[in-house]
């Protein structure tokens, strides 16, 4: 923990970094790979819709039954011919939920596990679901996160550019995918939270990567005034900058979702928990990869095909090139500094690709560009 501490704090004040845009099409090619994954188990393996979505029956006994959960689980799909859900009240009475079925289907699977479990069919309280509500619920869900996806494209698309706006857009339905193809390759069942959890985490994978974005629209303010970075560079840094900030919050918020996930849904057995936390946890984790792995560096590319940021880097490269020549180091090209304005006690080193050579205190205040000259 020390040692994790401490690379911590060096990359917090910028003393280590790595180059996440450099290696861009690796994560390009990972997140592809995945994306397959998850479309190839979704077509394949399809969505486990819950009683809500696509109607069915709900069986209640009396307190006290004898038979376990997997044995009531086994006589209801024998009964049923469906997949069924079995839960443990707290009176120790048992909750048989049975999708796909009506009501002369549900008489006759009540008289069989009466038999089977040995309760008076009179005892067992029966309630049908109809599918009408989950397509309700369904079809707003998707209203709604189609009206949410078109107002964050226009909101970043004012506060920042387009190409952001593009690359969020990108980002969140990678989010998505991937946590709606992990639900079918698990097999969870999809019900109402499913969805509330899924429209959570499209929240905090914006939020993951607006911060990224509002640093990097922060430091290549004026960028073209000099011959330091190049928009690749700059976006490298932003996004190192912020990542001790982008992986504390993650682990901070997976960690009560784990425990509900694992604990509370593995351990103690209360599966209605999976519904919801599987979707978060995933989505926590997928969002926190697409902003530093997907989307900054998706920008530093489309940026980098405007003609301005190509003859920028020809003149960042010639400029290194001539340096070079001449033996002189890179970082010796203060004229060329890409600085902060002010020095202001407590303000915080950025980040830079590989290990810190020079002094701290003479590469501070370099976080914010300001096109100045010194």
Do not use: C
């Not at 994306?35 to 819709?49: C, D, F, P, S």
């Amino acid at each position: 923990m020390g040692k994790l501490g401490n690379l911590g704090a060096r990359l917090h004040h910028g003393e280590v970094g790595y180059d996440f845009v450099k290696n861009r099409k690796l994560w390009y090619g990972i997140s592809i790979l995945i994306t397959i994954t998850a479309i190839v188990g979704l077509a394949v393996r399809g969505l486990h819709m819950g009683i809500e979505f696509q109607g069915g029956a709900v069986f209640t006994t009396p307190k006290n039954v004898s038979a376990s959960v997997s044995q009531a689980e086994t006589y209801a799909e024998e009964a049923s011919g469906h997949d069924a859900i079995v839960q443990k009240l707290g009176d120790g009475s048992l909750r048989i939920q049975i999708s796909g079925t009506d009501t002369a289907a549900s008489d006759q699977i009540k008289e069989e596990l009466s038999k089977d479990l040995d309760v008076p069919a009179s005892k067992i309280a029966a309630d049908l679901v109809g599918p009408s509500w989950g397509d309700q619920i369904a079809n707003k869900a998707w209203q709604g996160l189609g009206i949410f996806m078109v107002l964050v494209v226009i909101y970043l698309a004012i506060a920042f550019e387009w190409r952001m706006a593009l690359a969020a857009f990108v980002a969140l339905v990678h989010d998505i995918t991937i946590t709606v193809g992990i639900y079918a390759l698990v097999g969870f069942e999809v019900t109402p939270g499913t969805v509330i959890g899924l429209l959570t985490i499209l929240g905090y994978s914006l939020y993951d990567t607006v911060v990224v974005f509002d640093s990097l629209k922060e430091q290549t303010r004026d960028i073209t005034k000099q011959t330091r970075w190049t928009y690749g560079e700059i976006a490298n840094r932003s996004i190192n900058s912020t990542l001790v900030r982008s992986v504390n919050t993650t682990v901070v918020a997976l960690l009560p979702v784990a425990g509900l996930l694992f604990i509370g849904g593995g351990v103690l057995g209360a599966g209605m928990l999976n519904d919801i936390s599987l979707s978060l946890f995933v989505g926590l984790a997928a969002g926190a990869y697409s902003s530093i792995f997907i989307a900054t560096p998706l920008v530093a590319d489309l940026k980098e095909a405007e003609p301005q940021m190509k003859s920028l880097k020809k003149r960042v490269l010639a400029k290194r090139a001539q340096a070079g020549a001449k033996g002189e180091p890179v970082e010796s090209h203060d004229d060329e500094r890409y600085d902060d304005e002010t020095d202001e006690p407590g303000d915080v080193a950025p980040a830079v690709v590989g290990p810190r050579t020079q002094p701290a205190a003479r590469a501070r205040g370099r976080g914010r560009p300001s096109g100045k000259r010194r």
